[in-house]
């Protein structure tokens, strides 16, 4: 009854900018995926086909219409578009981004704009850490959660480990993975040797010096954080040379791999991560099952991260328009759910998502790892054995520490297995 | 003819939707950069590394934020044609003995490796996450969030109407005609006692500096400035903006540049998923049709209207 | 009466085609001297070497006094020599007019200036002036690609003779150019440089124009100077007629 | 021969040609003489295809040319020797002379190639160097012999002497009727700009003036 | 020893990579003059089809050992047909006009050609590497490496020295020569202008081609695969001199045993390894490593 009815003073429809990469090397395992996430969630909501909380058309009754744009592209690009998704495709919200600098860019002008927007994916810390904002969300935890997350891992399930060494594209996103997995290792046990530090370039694709390099090496434990295309070329690469059964290779974005194309395996032996607890980590709720189902149903493989990650985004903004209008008895300003988006804790598409640090704009959450048993390549899913999952205050910093501080601090607070 | 586009512009800009006049701001200032491309064009140079002047000059207005404080609009404007222009002045030394594609290999070549040195050194520069450039004050005023865009705009067409004028008399100087010679034949140049390298040097460091003013502008608008600047499908974008424009009117590059904006942004509003084909069909179509550049249609126009206009005096 | 050009010894192998074979010459002021000699005797590649735009493997070049042996085509211009070209070298791009005005404004040391237009009233009235002495006023307006080639011979003379050189090298600045035009452009051209006391040597294959305007002249073959003196007298040389008819 | 009536071109807005006819009979050499600037080179690029001409008639042996590509009227036996010599400076003296052999698919280029160089011993001694390199006169002689590879009907030649010394551009001539005696029904055009020069080798001479033919002899 | 042996292998494989990937640049801009952005387009298309034709043909049974000539195929099909195409309707129509105009033609294809792939093969990633992994592997200084890339060295010597004498030994490269310095000279003497640019773009296609279908099997195929082989090509093509044969191969080896070396001796400088040693040429020889320094004719 009283909850599908449309409150007062609200829009015929509340338009949703959904922004990730539909273009380019980052489209396939990243890009795409998302924006199948976030239209498979929008075109239930409006149906009111998502279970409960969400199980309400809409937002607050009324219907969402999304505007997808692509992600690729340089900064100025970026920004222009997010500027005309504002002022000229008028949209209420604006959810997505996949790229750090993209989100470190936005985030500026969502402010100026006084526009709500959500980030999904993009993981750098440096965004609520160094600045605080009003208008900006991210309901995902910052990248941290990966690499050290791993780190804690790979120490557990070999405690003995002596050696490690790394292979990270050569940009922020890899400087920063390594960075974290390296201090963090160095923290907890410091008689560990890095014997190579290796940076191919992004999008290089051929890893054959590599790869002889770190079998010549021989490390207990090797790092990746490659993604997406690199990430399949480098384990295409790898794979016939066996360096997976030579080293322990720890790779944060291993669920990258899953994302459906012909010919694409996951190895055996591998500490798999996916960025939280999704793809073959994904809690059983509620929420999760029915995502988890419909999603496969539809694109025919069970949703990596990324999805999760823009459904979250969605439901975060759900939940926060409803709880202001809860309390407003109206259709909210901006502000009004801005402040009921602060601090809030709302369930997740696989769990449920804490707004804790950043003066309650950034999510925190749980990490959890497993090592590859067997992959399943029809139904392209992995078995995973010795997972670990590690709770929100193990692998997350509390408010008001910086990540980097922390980890050098020894993880003040932790809260670990 | 420039100033009546000037005026035009700053007339209709405040009446624009608010991310048009951003638009606006970006292409103008995006137009300086490939103005300054499009004089080398003139004497036969064709850069694809000016990418890494127009960082130099968003990095320096990082910087100067960032370590000096310097908030002030036009200073940091400044700032940013200092630090092209002084790039530009070293590397122009070893770039003005080159010609023709290994100019612009070289040139690519050398944006590269200030692409990977804001890769590397991403311990100042913030690597690919880049830097961030707060608002800037005019005359020690933050403008209110509502003027704060038409602010900008109006800079970036205040100093592209004086770049823009500058340019038209550089091009019908004897310099500008000396850069078109040499393109033509540099042997006889030499041999009217024309100093080739030279000229190449000045119009070098000059448009290295349009480059940076061009990148700080652009950076005061957007607020980031990343490695990508120095990318060299940026500088082949500002290439292709030139030729697209039509370098051989000094008005060619602006309506290019703002043109192109336009289409780029509205190939990626009506196609999310093929904006690429959108955007090459249409830049296909210009280069087999037209190719001197949007602004030959111009100039055919008015070449019209000319010969209409001799038609009315009467026959001798 | 003093030297202005001396070449000693000058030598310039390309492989083995001796383009230059020790040529050792001198040429007085005000001096009017014409080169014949068979094609591929080593005559544009002499005036090459004078302005600098070929290095001689040996020898040396003296102009006024001063060594000029490897100096560069840009620098030897500034110090007052000017040539033509036996293949027209102009600027395609250009009107007529246009490379007249490039040629007045550098000579002037204009070229760096960006600030005033290149059609000054004054500089567009010497380049009609000097572009009427040559015929060539009325295609000023046009592109010089289009123009025909005797035109664009006369033009490629006419940029040399604008530079107002002390040396002026001429190669061959009369071939494509009709007979009918060839004396009257020769005539009044040797009037203007003869009242300025330019000093001219020219490359030429017409033995007319040679005996018309010549007071000296030199016969190359194979890279060396065969003969050197007053036409009259070196045209009815045995060896040079054989030379000239002779082998090619 | 090569017969052309009512020939007009105009270029960029100028009437360059107005209604040019000649005749190019086999077997004999005629003149086109005239000032610079007349026409004389603008009116073999337009028999050759290569600027695009108004005409009533342009036929070769009967044959229309009108229609076809300039590639098509060099495979008729039409040789082309341009003014400004254009000898490609890339390749050598006697590739650029085997260039039309090796297009057309002559089966007897390297006979051809032989007589040529009996015809002009000269350009056998610059055979194996680099066309750019030479010198002007040689670079014109190289340009004639290039003609020669594959005009079997009709020889079109712009001021061929023009920057050539006296005794070679006699031998040249002595080459160009000589060439013409062996290839029994050749039709010779040669542009001049000298009126005694041309008498001396044609049969026949035109003298164009501003676009027209204004007298024949 | 081990690890010298190391960084010999790993730039042999670099750089025949590299060599593949560069040589059809090098030719068509050796013949026409154009630097053909829509080269990394080819090589796309090449690893698109290769890969896709691979694995119907897996699916159906055959045998590994086919899928070398299947990989051939499909390059000769992308080639001699797209080749053809983006020749006769787009680049004949401009090559009167400048080198960059030209350059920029290929781009538009290149942007085009990059959503049709899109379309055509979806966005999903192809990884289709069992002639790769059916090669096996092979022990040098004690590590075992792959053998494929040696499959690529043999390929990419066969290419270079197919390609070499064709333009040096034969009457096709001399017209080819004639029609780029002076196309209207050339067709008054005969030549077929059309047809020589036709058949030289189209080897360029299939050179591109080929370079993108035997990559595949070692890559993950995704979009924007083309993007990095342009610039990398580009680089390769300059060190060694624009149109030079003998160049690009230089150039491939200086840039790959760079690349492999500073993989293994200072991984930092792997980035911009190309860029360094391309400056550090084009400083030295500005015309390349053997490209020639024309002096005009005056
Ligand atoms: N594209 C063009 N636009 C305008 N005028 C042109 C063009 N091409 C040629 N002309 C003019 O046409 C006239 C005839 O030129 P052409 O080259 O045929 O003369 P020519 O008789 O061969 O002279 P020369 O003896 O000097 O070679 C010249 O006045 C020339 O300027
Ligand atoms: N850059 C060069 N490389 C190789 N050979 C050259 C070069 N320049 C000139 N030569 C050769 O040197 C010789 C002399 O050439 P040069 O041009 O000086 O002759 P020339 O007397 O001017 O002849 P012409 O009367 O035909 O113009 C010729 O055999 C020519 O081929
Ligand atoms: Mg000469
Ligand atoms: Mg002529």
Redesign the pocket.
Known sequence: GQSSAQPPGAPREVRIGVVSFLSGPAAPHSGIPSRQGAQLLIEALNAGEVPRPYNTPGIGGVPIRAVYVDEAGPVDKQVTEFRRLVLDARVNVVVGYISSANCLAIAPVAEELRTLTVFSVCGIQRVFEDADYKYVFRTRAHQIIDALGIARYVLLVKPDLKTIAGINQDYAWGRDSWATFKETILQLKPDVRVVAELWPPLFSGEYSAEIARLLAAKPDVIFTSLWGGDLESFVGQATPVRLFEESLVAMTVADNLLVPGPGRFVPRGIVFGARGLYGPLTPETTLSRWFGGRFRARYGYFPIHDPFNYANSILGVKAAFEKAIAATRRWPTVEEVVRAFEYLEFEGAAGRIRLALGNGHQAVEPVGFGIVRSFDPTKREVTLERVIRFRVECVNPPAGVKSLDWIRRGFPGAVCP | MQWAIVLLLAIVAPLLPGWTVFLLSVALAKALVVLGIGLLMRGGLVSFGHGMYYAAGAYGVAFAMKLMGIREALVLAVLGLVAGGLLASVLGMLLARYRGLFFAMLNLALSMMVYGALLKFYWVTGGTDGMAVRQATFGGFVPPAGLLRVAYFYLSLGVVAIVVSMAHRLVRSPMGYLLRALRDNEVRVNYMGGWVEQTIYRVYVLSGGLAGLGGSLVVLNVGHAVPDFAYWSQSGEFVFVALFGGYGHVLGPLSGSILFEFVRSYAYKVSPYTWQLLLGAMLALVILFLPEGLWSLVERRMARRDRWGWSWRPSS | MGVVLETVELTKYFGVVKAADGISVRVEEGELVGIIGPNGSGKTTFLNLITGYVRPARGSIWYRGKDITGLSPRVVTRMGIARSFQIPQLYGGLTVLENMLVALAIRAGRSGEFWRPLQEDARLEEAMQTLSEFGLEG?AA?GVS??????RKLLDVALSFALKPRLLLLDEPTS?V?VKDKFEVMDRLVRVLKSSGVTTVFVEHDLDVVMRYAERVLVFQEGRVIADGPPGIVLSDAEVKSAIVGTG | MLEARGLSVR??G?S?LRGISLDVPSGKIVGLV??????????LRSIMGLIPAVCDQLTLGGEDLSALPPEGRARRGIGYMP?DRRLISGLTAEENILVPGWALGLTDASERLRRIYSLMPAVEALAGRTAGQLSGGQQKLVALARSFMNGRRVLLL??PFEGVAMGLAQRMAEAIRRFQEQELDLGVLV?E?DLKRARLLAQKVYI?ER?EIVGEE | MTQLALIAVGGLFSASWLFLVSLGLTLIYGVLRVLNVAHGSLYALGAYLGSSMVLVALEKGHGVPVSYLILLGAALLVGLSVGPFLERVFLRRIYQKEEVLVLLLTFAIFLMLEDVMKLVWGVQPYVVNAPYVALGVVKVGGVRQPAYPFLLTGIAVTMGGLVWAGMARTRFGKLVTSVIEDREISAALGVNVPRIFTGAFTVGAVLAALGGAFTAPMISVVPGVAVEVIVLGFAVVAIGGLGSIEGAALGSLLVGFLRSASVHLFPELDLVAIYLVMALVLLFRPQGLFGRAEMRRV
């Not at chain 3, 289009?146 to 035109?151: R, T």
């Not at chain 4, 005239?34 to 009116?43: D, E, I, L, P, S």
């Open positions: 295609a046009q289009s123009l025909a080639e005797g035109e494509g009709s | 270029l960029s100028f360059v005239g000032r610079n600037g007349a026409g004389k080179t603008t009116t003014e712009d001021e542009a700009s164009i676009g």
